[in-house]
């Protein structure tokens, strides 16, 4: 692996470049078993309980869109990542970097959804900061939020823990964040009422949860389904054998991402996960999905086999397949 010579967006795309630059200058500085596995959140042990950790950084630009705005992203993912990893969302923090002569307003608009996706959650935000910087040394506002969860005595999930013949499930349509976010900045003019997925799913993950035979979740974000596959099939040494027919796309962003030459495969998402789950366990941990209000369109998209070489392949509505591999490049910048 090359020396990262310097930073270039398509390190924040949350792709291949995205890896390299974790494990090239952060993995490498900061090694310990806690952070090793990255995925969405980290497992602490104390005394008598399992703690999950995460942190975010919210950079999208415009700050709203239709379906939702920085502060609900920045909630919503970090609850989210929390939520994967089982646990039960305990407490957010929240830092916010302004730049002089931000909106008031707007800056309040914000503040507020934080606190309906708070509430969303069950979850308070119980500390924070704040930064003021030059006019021109920032772009409006950039959020960080961390997060604690405690996970449930026996609950453990992992990539790792994927088995040979286990299923893939996605919670709903796929790409409407991305396209969302895209057509909002680029006044684009996309028709089909598009909107941004962002929302809380740890009434999500608990419901799924109650069915035995779940092994890992993953919160599906930057560089999309196949982004997550990939790192997945990567710690489980196993092949995700994806139906392209079978992964669910609203028609209107199906329409929007060919116009616009995007795979739905590799946008991000900021509302749906991946379940692993075990084959017998599959039919009811769909049904629980999809009686829940955010795992309506959940849906059966594939399963893991053992390979001699772990990849990521797609048999295609033709009857052909294609390999995936991590997103490369920047599709969209900043899209969260």
């Known amino acids: 692996m090359a020396v990262l010579d310097k930073v270039v967006l398509a390190h924040g795309s949350g792709g291949r470049l995205s890896r390299e630059l974790v494990e090239q200058v952060f993995l490498k500085s900061f090694s310990n078993p806690a952070l090793a596995p990255l995925e969405d959140a980290a497992e602490v042990k104390i005394p008598g309980a399992t703690l999950a950790f995460t942190t975010d950084s919210y950079v999208v630009t415009p700050v709203e869109f239709p379906g939702a705005d920085i502060g609900r992203v920045a909630v919503c993912g970090t609850v989210n990542d929390l939520a994967v990893k089982g646990a039960r969302p305990l407490a957010l923090s929240a830092g916010f970097i302004l730049e002089e002569g931000f909106s008031g307003a707007l800056l309040t608009r ?3 959804s934080m606190r309906r996706a708070a509430e969303e959650a069950g979850v308070k935000i119980v500390t924070g900061d704040t930064k003021v910087v030059e006019r021109g040394k920032a772009d409006g506002v950039f959020i960080n939020t961390s ?24 919670s709903g349509g796929l790409a409407d964040h991305g396209v969302a976010v895209m057509n909002a900045r680029d006044r684009l003019g996309l028709q089909g009422g ?5 929302a809380p ?44 027919n079978s992964v669910p796309v609203s028609a209107a962003t199906r329409n929007a991402c060919a116009l616009l030459g995007l795979d739905p495969m590799y946008v991000a998402n900021e509302g749906k996960i991946a379940v692993f789950t075990a084959a017998a366990a599959a039919p ?53």
């Not at 997060?147 to 996605?170: C, E, M, N, Y």
């Not at 392949?313 to 995936?324: A, D, E, H, P, Q």
């Open 110 to 112: 914000i503040a507020a």
């Open 147 to 170: 997060g604690v969860g405690l996970i449930p005595k026996g609950r453990s999930l992992s990539s790792a823990f994927v088995k040979h013949g286990d299923v893939i499930i996605v």
């Open 284 to 336: 009811a941990a769909l049904k629980a999905m999809r009686a829940h209000r955010y795992g309506r369109g959940a849906a059966i998209v594939g399963r893991m086999v053992k390979e001699k070489k772990p990849q990521v392949r797609l048999l295609t509505s033709i009857g052909g397949s294609r390999i995936m591999l991590m997103l490369e490049g920047e599709q969209l910048p900043r899209i969260c």
């Open 201 to 244: 799913l740890n009434g999500l993950t608990e419901a799924v949860l109650k069915v035995p035979g779940v092994r890992a979740m993953r919160d599906i974000t930057r560089g999309g389904l196949a982004t997550v596959l990939n790192e997945v099939s990567g710690a489980c040494r196993l092949t995700a054998e994806v139906e392209e």
């Open 194 to 198: 598009i909107k941004s997925d962002a």
